[in-house]
């Protein structure tokens, strides 16, 4: 397991992590959301080392990371750290020699990775030469050109064309059915729902939720409610208690209902409007999932 474990970390008065805490096991990606500035950089920055908790600690199969450790992870800061007047090729086996692999062992993994991620034409290009997709491409590459055990990459998908998203993806995929725990940070909500094993939602310090997609989806299912009467009036569902209309278009409607409203009375409300296409309980997105969790609650708006 890679373990985050009760993170503190505040920068003078700010405090910007409150007990930040969630796994990630073997063979399993793990998307790392929040809104800017929520604390994810600085989470993976205490975990890499460059910055300091003032409490908790990140352990990779039970023992706190230290420099030893960290050499084993691949990891892809946020700041991007690549040298622009190196070629690809050489800067790629530069970092696999820097993670202990031989000369030859460092060319060959810097060939296999700059063609996984479509940059074997540019091997010999200088990084500054390149266009910014292509600059983090050589980023990705040089995190996993060390066969890392481990994987933490900071917002990796951003800027990256849809081919690019893809390449990545499938890299990252196969290195998660090779054992590798993945944890990715990103605001692109489509493709950690697509990628991810388990998400967490970092929001006022902590992790306001953790869990696969799936069940974080069922979990608060509950009150949404959609009901399709293409005959109704606008507004048919306005006054019954209990319900809020979060949507409504051309009968096709979203309503939240507060907890121990029966929905056998919203569907005898619209039957009474004509016919019913659809009725069922949705599961919300991922990021109305996201909304949720990181909107602040009405006291603390308030104060
Ligand atoms: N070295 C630093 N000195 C002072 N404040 C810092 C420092 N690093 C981060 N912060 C503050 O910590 C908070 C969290 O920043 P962080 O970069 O970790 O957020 P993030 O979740 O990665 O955001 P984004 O999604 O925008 O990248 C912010 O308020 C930021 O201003």
Redesign the pocket.
């Known amino acids: 397991m890679l373990e985050f474990d009760g993170l503190h970390k505040s920068?003078?008065g700010?405090r910007?992590l409150d007990g930040v805490s969630f796994a990630v096991a073997p063979g399993t990606m793990f998307g790392f959301c929040?809104?800017?500035?929520?604390?994810?950089?600085?989470?993976m920055?205490i975990a890499m080392g460059l910055?300091r908790a003032d409490a908790g600690e990140v352990r990779w199969q039970g023992r706190p990371l230290d420099q030893a450790l960290r050499r084993r992870i691949g990891y892809m800061p946020?700041e991007r750290g690549l040298y622009p007047k190196m070629r690809v090729g050489e800067q790629l086996a530069y970092f696999a020699r820097l993670h202990g692999l031989d000369a030859g062992a460092a060319t060959r993994a810097a060939e296999h990775w700059a063609d996984r991620l479509g940059l074997g034409a540019r091997r010999r290009s200088r990084v500054e030469e390149l266009s910014l997709g292509n600059q983090q491409r050589v980023q990705l590459a040089a995190a996993l050109v060390s066969r890392p055990e481990v994987l933490i990459l900071?917002?990796p998908f951003s800027g990256l064309d849809p081919v690019g998203v893809d390449a990545l993806a499938e890299a990252l995929l196969e290195q998660v059915r090779g054992g590798v725990p993945v944890v990715f940070?990103s605001?692109q909500l489509d493709l950690v729902e697509r990628l991810c094993d388990a998400v967490g939602i970092?929001a006022r310090g902590s992790m306001v939720a953790v869990g696969p997609v799936a069940e974080l989806r069922r979990r608060e299912a509950g009150g949404l409610l959609r009901v399709d009467v293409p005959d109704a009036p606008p507004g048919w569902a306005a006054g019954l208690p209990g319900v809020r209309v979060v949507a409504e278009r051309a009968g096709d409607t979203l309503l939240e209902l507060a907890p121990g409203t029966d929905d056998q009375a919203v569907l005898a409300a619209a039957l009474r409007t004509g016919r019913v296409a659809h009725f069922a309980r949705r599961e919300p997105s991922l990021v109305e999932l996201f909304r949720e969790a990181v909107a602040e609650p009405a006291g603390e708006v308030a104060a």
């Not at 809104?35 to 989470?43: F, I, V």
Request: charged share 25%; glycine share 18%; no cysteine.
């Open positions: 920068y003078g700010n910007v929040g809104s800017n500035g929520a604390g994810k950089t600085t989470t920055r910055a946020e900071d917002e940070s605001h970092l």
